[in-house]
């Protein structure tokens, strides 16, 4: 089992829908959790993290953990063609939190 | 933000032959940065961890003598791909982080896509 799963997609959505791009992981001592986006050809960027459990929102996205079902959400509102890229979840392994365990991505498309 | 450059962003080479990445820091030092592999449709696997002025700590399962890394400066890592094979085709990407900065803020560089013919 890997440490992170996260569907691949791809997800296409109209412009405007609401996005929901989730992850689980399995080991029950992450405590702290990122969401990156990474454009075509591109590196990633870091969007939003948070720390153990709760909502966080920044603007349109709104980051989610459960850590009772190891699940996290990043909720995507009001959705643009310029939010079209790929959102890889991310965990620090126990190696320190420089040391970063991702998902595989899930490719979004938001159609005009 | 904090800015990571990559070069060259697209290499092709022949099998057998050596491959130097740089990743630089353009506007702040940093003593830890990180390799990754990315290949298509997949997640970033962390290579090794290059540190300054010391030698890099490669992750289980990637030869060191075949991804040689060399942290020379504050602002500068070089990935080399030592005698490039085929399967070694994939995208490349850097992070790195602020020296004195807060744990777990990277910075990416844009990545660089080597295909070995």
């Known amino acids: 089992q890997k440490e992170v799963e996260q569907d691949p997609g791809p997800l296409s959505v109209p412009e405007g829908a609401i996005v929901s791009l989730n992850c689980t992981y399995s080991n029950s001592a992450f405590q702290y959790f990122m969401w990156y986006r990474q454009y075509s050809r591109k590196g990633p960027e870091l969007l939003m993290y948070t720390y153990s459990s709760g909502n966080k929102e920044d603007g349109r996205f709104t980051a989610q953990v459960d850590k009772s079902s190891k699940y996290i959400s990043l909720f995507i509102r009001d959705s643009q063609p310029s939010d079209s890229a790929t959102y890889l979840c991310a965990m620090p392994s126990s190696g320190g939190y420089n040391k970063l365990i991702f998902g595989a991505g899930t490719r979004l498309a938001v159609h005009p | 933000g904090a800015v990571v450059s990559q070069h060259p962003s697209r290499v092709i080479c022949k099998s057998g032959t050596s491959v130097k990445i740089e990743c630089r820091s353009l506007d702040f030092q940093a003593t830890t940065m990180f390799w990754y592999r990315q290949f298509p449709k997949q997640s970033l696997m962390l290579m090794a961890t290059?540190?300054?002025?010391?030698?890099?700590?490669?992750e289980q399962g990637v030869e060191k003598d075949k991804f040689l890394i060399n942290h020379a400066s504050l602002t500068l890592s070089t990935l080399t791909v030592t005698s490039a094979h085929p399967e070694d085709s994939s995208f490349y990407i850097c992070s790195a982080v602020i020296a004195g900065g807060p744990s777990g803020e990277l910075f990416f560089g844009e990545g660089s896509r080597l295909t070995v013919l």
């Open positions: 290059s540190n300054e002025g010391s030698k890099a700590t490669y």
